[in-house]
């Protein structure tokens, strides 16, 4: 989301004024595409890098507006959460040397903004789902602070009429509702630019919404969110719903999400598209537009178009299309949304030369992809990309189905490679960048699969924290290796992650019970018969089971203790009248919450002499805390310490 300058809260008065100046924009617009000043004959390409900061716990670090103090570097720019920073890179032309530019300044500015973030004890990683990332870090503190973050909020949360809602199913699930826009603040991309004329507009665009697929699919890189593994590219999920704005009462009309794939292939031009979003979508910012855009073309200038451009960073298209004037030429350019951060800038880099190469080397073969794809099936190989990564089945042109592993190598790379060539990129260049991508494929190692693999090697040992933590902890490695000048090692090359040993790093993993809590659990209700709650312990092996009533908020804990009273006074379930839950459960538990530290749960313990914890966020339960959990903690502690010893 690029900084603009915009209104606080708008009256309907200003509003008005708003729209005026957006359809004024529109009607400039469509002059300068009439009277063909559009700069033409020119391809250029840019990015756009998302990046997060983490604290020495490899925790989210709301640290953002230090470190920009700190780098002084006008490409970094804040990002709607105070732990996401956002770099724009300068637009170089598509040929020659670009590519190794492009990542040349990539590693310069993050390497600048990881410098001012290790002065305030932080650093920069590159991922497009932190994997550390807990729902307490998304709470609206940690939304930064200005005025246009602000007051997207207060619009996108007005709009709504409610909370946001995400329901995300894969090989876990998450369903859950959130009170702020942050949870898009969970996603970081990579976005690429690519400067297109005004005449070719319709075609490329459309090409870009069919190529999307199969490079996603062998980009993806974000498999976790809050712990779940969902899907390979879960930012696509998460981005369409973590700011839907329709109202729960409208999803059943064709109301369009903000954050979409769109409907249709395009068949006019830039033009189309900025209309459709206008008639489609209110606005929901507004902003000092300047000086009328006729005056300016009556003067011979060109026009920023502002209300225009500010209106589009409110619509998130997956590929969206973008106005920009430089150096008093205005230009048409095609952002491509869909690629995620990392693992490493390598890596990006040739997540963008094969998108580049397919744009370049599919435009002549297919000029008209509109009547080789139905648009459907363009639309439904993205989601299916976004899901299953290089294991999804794509539908190509004429109709062909194949897996994507095969589509790529079989008909992209070879398309992709002549694409770059025709450009006149560097051919060591055009090796570099597309061999990543196609070891990449032929090893089946995307960042997702080695998130995945790492996880499923992991299994069984340590907490669900250690082995989040150590996903980041292997990551941000292999980027400061990469950042250092080392040779670089793209992500098809690593080794799976392993569990972390040093001491300090495991106490950092422990410090707090959320860390560590069981959040697995198993629950009963207070009219539920005594009889199934100790089936429950007996099944589960656990002896303490929480209480919830028909709301889901936590009203008591039956222990075995108590199971042991009830049948030492003679009462047994098998009873004309058996006793209920709510006849043996300890009423109104202490609670402590899943920022409580360590040491201060087992204060509490030992004073209340209670054997568990229920963990609350607000009067939801989210986990429990044992005596045993807390053991196990020591013991692991303990084991280190003695080892290091």
Known sequence: MGEHQVSEQANEEQLQAFMRALLDDVEALERLLQDDRIESGVRRIGAEQEMFLVDRALRPAPLAPEVLERAADGRLTTELARFNLEANLCPLPFGGDCLRRLEAELSDVIGRAAEAARALGADVLLTGILPTLRAGDLRLDNLTPSPRYHELNRALLQLRQGHFRAAIHGLDELEMTHDNILLEACNTSFQV????????????????????????????????????????????????????????????????????????????????????????????????????????????????????????????????????????????????RALPAGPTILDEVANAAFFFGLMSGLAAEHPRVDLEMPFEDAKANFFAAARHGLKAQLTWFGGESLPAAELVLSRLLPAARAGLSAAGIDAADVDRYLGVVEERVRRGQTGAQWALGSLSAMAGHGTPEMQHRALCAAMLARQREEARGGAARPVHTWEPAALETDLDLLRDSHRTVGQFMSTDLFTVRPTDIVDFAASVMDWRHVRH?????????????????????????????????????????????????????????????????????????????????????????SARLLEVFLREG
């Open 545 to 633: 089971v929480p209480v919830e009533d028909d709301q889901g908020r936590l009203v008591g804990v039956v222990s075995h203790r108590a199971l042991l009273r009830l049948v030492s006074r003679g009462a047994v379930p098998n009873s004309s009248a058996p006793p209920t839950v709510a006849s043996i459960m300890r009423p109104d538990p202490v609670t402590i919450t899943p920022e409580t530290p360590t040491l201060e749960a087992m204060r509490i313990m030992r004073e209340q002499r209670v054997a568990c914890l229920p963990v609350v966020a607000g009067e939801r339960l989210v986990g429990i805390v044992t005596e045993r959990d807390l053991l196990d903690v």
């Open 193 to 336: 630019h690519l400067q297109v004329d005004a005449r070719e507009f319709a075609p490329l665009y459309n090409l870009a919404q069919a190529v999307t697929a199969p490079v996603l699919a062998a980009a993806v890189n974000s498999p976790l969110l809050l712990g779940q593994r969902l899907w390979h590219e879960t930012r696509i999920a998460l981005f369409e719903s973590s700011i839907d704005t329709r109202p729960s009462d409208r999803e059943l009309r064709q109301h369009r999400p903000r954050v979409h794939f769109g409907d249709g292939w395009v068949r006019e031009g830039a033009l189309e598209i900025f209309r459709e979003d206008i008639a489609r979508f209110r606005v929901i910012m507004t902003a000092e537009t300047g000086e009328p855009p006729a005056a300016v073309l009556a003067r011979g200038e060109v026009p920023d178009l502002k209300a225009l451009r500010v209106h589009n960073g409110t619509v998130y298209r997956w590929n969206r299309p973008c106005y920009g004037v430089a150096e008093g030429i205005a230009h048409l350019r095609i952002e491509s």
